[in-house]
């Protein structure tokens, strides 16, 4: 059985409100690099139909497309975290958004490089 938690507002107390706003413009700051992501993933796979072969450009939108899946899951899932933690009293959770993230990103950038130092992104 699944347990669930209660709502927000019946967990703790209100936080100052300028915490609350601060976490709902990271919580935003995580969508646009969510959209910012799913756009480059449209960039790649319609708009670049020359660069290098088809199936690595459709892998890295397609890599690009889930990491902008699971950056979304994780800025709500973040956002949550730390409203609880905020109300509660509670130190701030550390996620592991930033690191999946920067991996992700790390082997995007990677493939492109090689693709454009060996002549096949051209």
Request: no cysteine; charged share 20%; proline share 7%.
């Amino acid at each position: 059985m699944v347990r669930r938690r209660p709502p927000l507002r019946s967990v703790g107390t209100d936080p100052d409100y300028r915490f609350t706003l601060a976490n709902e413009r990271t919580f935003l700051a995580w969508i646009r690099t969510a959209l910012a992501l799913v756009a480059g993933a449209v960039a790649l796979a319609g708009l670049l139909p020359d660069f290098g072969p088809a199936v690595v450009r459709h892998g890295l939108a397609a890599v690009l497309v889930v990491l902008a899946f699971a950056v979304t899951a994780g800025a709500y899932l973040r956002w949550d975290r730390a409203e609880r933690a905020l109300r509660e009293g509670r130190p701030l959770p550390v996620g592991v958004l930033p690191r999946l993230l920067v991996g992700g990103l790390l082997v995007v950038v990677l493939v492109v490089a090689a693709l454009l130092v060996t002549g096949a992104g051209r």
